[in-house]
């Protein structure tokens, strides 16, 4: 018998649509397996069964009926990371801060995935208000990677990366804002995409860094990704940085991809993404997709982007001063977490006290950088300097668009370190998304594809793919080429622990 948790999305999708298999059976395999393995991978907040089976037995119903299904992806449940609002279910942010908050509405992604028939399983685990690169931030505890128990599965979006590669979920929803979906999904070898900036609505993506926060599609092949991309894609006027444009073709670019042949396309190999810190089986394994799509018939050139070097500092300016700002507006009094509620202190206290309890270390660090970045008489010396910084970097990304197609480099520069590790190194910790951070800072869409395993350690590497805005078809062309080309490595996951075969 089949294990419909093995299949890719488009496979079940297929499925489905035929009636040879129900949306509630497939539905009902992912929240076994959830049931199985999430005590121990711990991907999930919030596990929505009853939801999620609803959702299913109306596509079923539908499609029993005679309709057509009202997406090509309808009837295949998916995890939401819990930063994105669902109506009546549980949005944490990863925060006790948020603790049992039952939003009103649903954010713009997750209406449109309710709207395409997509069954959501639950809510998964994150950085705390994302703001992590190992999920270790989160309140209720860290995720683990799939592939090695005692290491992390990126972050801030670890638990939609986990669950996919853990085969939880088929698909995934996860938020990048400096890497957040692509380094994940390099250390865990799953497909992370960061659509153009603006791409997909944030209405309902409760902020971190309002001009960097972007969602976008998890998932074990470059074929879902972008059926997954289509679906959440599109203007939305609740959002005023949605962009008033057609959605790019992904979903014709990523089957146009699966022929193999890159025949005309132009790469850039970014060389300011090399070199020391960076580990040797990241690079070995890098140097090995380069020559692959070469193979493929694409041409490959060395292209330099001189301010790239200084997008991480930029990026830790920009991004806490965003952040102070935008979460002001958990001040205890509205909704969410409330301490010293007893009439014996006054508000500004109460303010203060539950801010203290409520926020973790990251949070409050990155609130503090941000708030004195925008203070009086630093304002231009911090944040307007960044600013230009990030002008230059954009620039740099203009320049190298107009001699290639797309840019490569690894997505991350390591493999996933052990738990632990960084937690108190904050340096090392904001190092691991060096590689991601430029794609935000200018609003490009930017993919990780998996690229093999370390020769090292044997974890997984990254490929990251980078294109212009609003070139996210070129994203899924050349994507779906390598990854045609190189095969798949998640059936190389060991056995969870634990857990029978």
């Known amino acids: 018998m089949t294990d419909l948790t093995r299949l890719t999305a488009a496979e079940l999708a297929e499925k489905i649509h035929r009636r040879e298999v129900s949306s509630v059976e497939v539905t009902q395999a992912h929240l076994d397996r959830i049931g199985q393995v999430d005590d121990f991978v711990h991907a999930f907040l919030h596990v929505d069964a009853e939801g999620a089976l609803a959702a299913a037995k109306a596509v079923d119903e539908s499609i029993g009926d005679g309709a057509s299904p009202v997406s090509p992806l309808a009837g295949v449940p998916l995890a939401l990371k819990d930063v994105l609002t669902t109506r009546g279910v549980p949005t944490t942010c990863g925060s006790k801060t948020l603790e049992g908050w039952l939003p009103p509405y649903d954010a713009t992604v997750t209406r449109r995935l309710r709207e395409a028939g997509v069954p959501i399983l639950g809510k998964t685990n994150m950085d ?21 128990h005692s290491r992390i599965p990126g972050g801030s979006g670890g638990g939609s990366a986990a669950s996919v590669a853990a085969f939880e979920a088929p698909l995934a929803i996860g938020t990048d804002t400096g890497g957040s979906i692509r380094q994940p999904g390099a250390v865990t070898g799953t497909v992370g995409v960061k659509p153009t900036y603006g791409g997909v609505s944030r209405y309902g993506l409760v902020a971190f860094s309002s001009s960097l926060d972007q969602a976008g599609p998890c ?26 444009a057609p959605v790019p073709p992904v979903v014709a670019a990523a089957r146009a991809g699966l022929r193999g042949d890159l025949t005309g396309v132009k790469i850039g190999v970014v060389s300011e993404f090399s070199g020391e810190g960076y580990q040797g089986g990241v690079l070995r394994s890098f140097e090995g997709a380069v020559a692959q799509l070469r193979e493929l018939g694409a041409e490959v050139v060395e ?90 970097i954009a620039r740099d990304f203009d320049a190298a668009f107009e001699q290639v197609d797309v840019l490569v480099s690894p997505t991350t520069p390591t493999t996933a370190f052990k738990l632990g590790e960084r937690v108190d190194d904050p340096l090392a910790m904001y190092l691991s998304d060096i590689c991601s951070i430029p794609a935000n800072l200018a609003g490009n869409a930017a993919m990780s594809v998996p690229s093999g395993l370390s020769d090292e350690d044997g974890l997984p590497v990254g490929l990251q793919i980078m294109a212009p805005a609003l070139a996210d078809d070129r994203l899924y062309r050349v994507g779906a080429a390598y990854e045609a080309a190189r095969g798949s490595i998640l059936d190389r996951l060991p056995e969870l622990k634990g857990v029978s075969a």
Not at 226 to 237: Q, S
């Open 303 to 392: 292209v330099s982007c001189p301010n790239f070097v200084y997008a991480l500092p930029a990026y830790y300016l920009i991004a806490p001063s965003e952040c102070s700002s935008n979460l002001a507006r958990f001040d205890a009094m509205r909704y969410g977490l409330r301490v010293a509620d007893d009439g014996a202190h006054s508000a500004e206290e109460v303010m203060s006290l539950t801010r203290e309890a409520g926020f973790g270390p990251e949070v409050k660090r990155r609130i503090m950088l941000g708030t004195y970045a925008l203070s009086s008489g630093y304002y231009d010396a911090y944040y307007g300097s960044a600013q230009k910084v990030r002008t230059l």
């Open 128 to 148: 705390e208000f994302a703001m992590g690169s190992s999920t270790e931030n989160s309140a209720y505890g860290p995720t683990h990677n799939p592939w090695d």
């Open 219 to 244: 998932a074990r092949t470059v074929l879902d990704a972008a059926l997954l991309h289509e679906v959440i894609a599109g203007h939305d006027p609740m959002d005023s940085t949605s962009i008033d």
